[in-house]
């Protein structure tokens, strides 16, 4: 599977952006697509994921609330979209993607064998 993200960029606190992840090579049936974010100095931290199969979702508490996370079955695409952002939200935003996952996995960023490329996301107070 290849995974290209994109819609990263500058944006003030408070604004919004989507980020997108195409996703190519199979069919996503199966798979879990997640967001992970990855700070200077830090580790890689989970965002949020959505399982193909009926669109479960889940998120890290530091984002429940603001951030939506979407798929579009016809364009094997899954969407991002962030608000009332925060400059804690500086990050690379990383698409990743696996299969036949259990639940307890989603979360961990090392159970994901599929990444893309990451997209800068930086947030000015």
């Known amino acids: 599977v290849q995974l290209v993200e994109s819609g990263g960029g500058l944006v003030q606190a408070g604004g919004s952006l989507r980020l997108s992840c195409a996703a190519s090579?199979?069919?996503?049936?199966?798979?879990?697509m997640g967001w992970f974010r990855q700070a200077p100095g830090k580790e890689r931290e989970f965002v949020a994921a959505?399982?193909?199969?009926?669109?479960?979702?889940f998120y890290a508490d530091s984002v429940k609330g603001r951030f939506t996370i979407s798929r579009d079955n016809a364009r094997n695409t899954v969407f991002l979209q962030m608000n009332s952002l925060k400059p804690e939200d500086t990050a690379v935003y990383y698409c990743a993607a696996d299969f036949n996952m259990i639940q307890s996995s989603i979360r961990t960023a090392r159970m994901y064998h599929y990444w893309g490329q990451g997209t800068l996301v930086t947030v000015s107070s």
């Open positions: 959505i399982k193909w199969n009926g669109g479960h979702t």
């Open positions: 090579g199979r069919t996503l049936r199966n798979s879990v």
